[in-house]
Structures are given as structure tokens and as C-alpha cells.
């Protein structure tokens, strides 16, 4: 597990865990809160009818979910990118395309997630890549963003939290 800060964020990477993992030690990071999915294996979350009538929502690609009660609640697989709020947010929608021939700019997301290896918070193989996350993430400002493909990346504001989860997947 590597860790570090940035722009006042805590992050972590592990190639030893997974979101599962995650939200099951530490399920504080979204109980209480709203999630934001930008990814879902790799593609868009479209809530199912169940989901529809418990309060999720899409629009733009983006899932959003109700207020979290439980983390039974929350789908995921592999390949998912989360930002996590204390409050509803409407993130825009998904960016498409190659996000090195554009800027960066509020009302568009991208997934970053979907690069595999090549995103990881402490690559300096791919800084160009991380450089632009760490952009969005400030555009965003979310509570925390968790994504899980080839590795889990783990970020958020909260350093209480940040201890937390850092102690539970050691």
C-alpha cells in the first residue's frame, strides 16, 4: 500500500484490496452520504427498476444514489469509480473522448479509472494522467473518490477517515 496528500486530499493505493473491501471495513466512508458513479465496470450504472423506486438516479451517464443507509445498497463490480458527498451533487455529465485534447472544466467528468495500470495516484509513469485526476478532483471536491480497476485508489478530505480506513487494510 502506497499513501500520500495532496491539495489537502489523503489517498491511498493498494493492489491488495478491493471497493468491496473497502466500504465493508470502513463502511462510514458512504453510510449517511450520497455516492456519484462514473463508473460501473467500466461503463455507465443504469439503476434497475429497484433501484429506480429505492432513489437512484442517472443522467449524463452519472449514477447518483439516495442518501446511503447500507452498503448492501451500493452496486458495484470492478472497474467503478465513486465520488462520495455529504450532499446531492449533479457532477454534469460523462466525458467522452480523450481528455489529453481537451481542459478540464466543471459540468464534464471523466472516469479515470478505465486507464488500468496507468492510473495510479503515485505513478510518475503517467503523471500527465494523475495530474489532470488531481484537476478534476478540485473542480469536483467531493468528500472522498474511491476507484477500483487493476489497483484501489482511495482519496478524501477527512483525515479522521483517511486514518481509518488506512488502519483497517493494513
Not at 69 to 82: F, N, R
Amino acid at each position: 500500500m502506497e499513501t500520500g496528500s495532496r491539495d489537502g486530499y489523503f489517498w491511498l493505493t493498494s493492489a491488495d484490496y478491493e471497493l468491496h473491501d473497502l466500504i465493508t471495513f470502513c463502511p462510514q466512508i458512504v453510510v449517511g452520504k450520497y455516492v456519484t458513479i462514473t463508473s460501473f465496470d467500466s461503463g455507465s450504472l443504469v439503476p434497475n427498476e429497484n433501484e429506480m423506486t429505492a432513489g437512484w438516479q442517472s443522467q449524463g451517464g452519472i449514477a447518483y444514489s439516495p442518501r446511503v443507509e447500507s452498503i448492501e445498497q451500493l452496486p458495484h463490480e470492478l472497474y467503478d469509480e465513486w465520488y462520495v458527498f455529504k450532499t446531492p451533487q449533479d457532477l454534469g455529465h460523462l466525458y467522452q473522448g480523450n481528455i489529453f485534447e481537451t481542459s478540464m472544466a466543471a459540468g464534464q467528468v471523466a472516469a479515470f479509472v478505465n486507464y488500468g495500470p496507468a492510473f495510479s495516484l503515485p505513478s510518475s509513469n503517467a503523471k500527465d494522467l494523475t495530474d489532470l485526476f488531481w484537476l478534476q478532483l478540485g473542480l469536483i471536491r467531493p468528500e472522498s473518490f474511491i476507484s477500483d480497476g487493476d489497483l484501489l485508489n482511495f482519496v478524501t478530505s477527512d483525515e479522521q477517515l483517511f486514518d481509518s480506513v488506512r488502519a483497517a487494510l493494513k
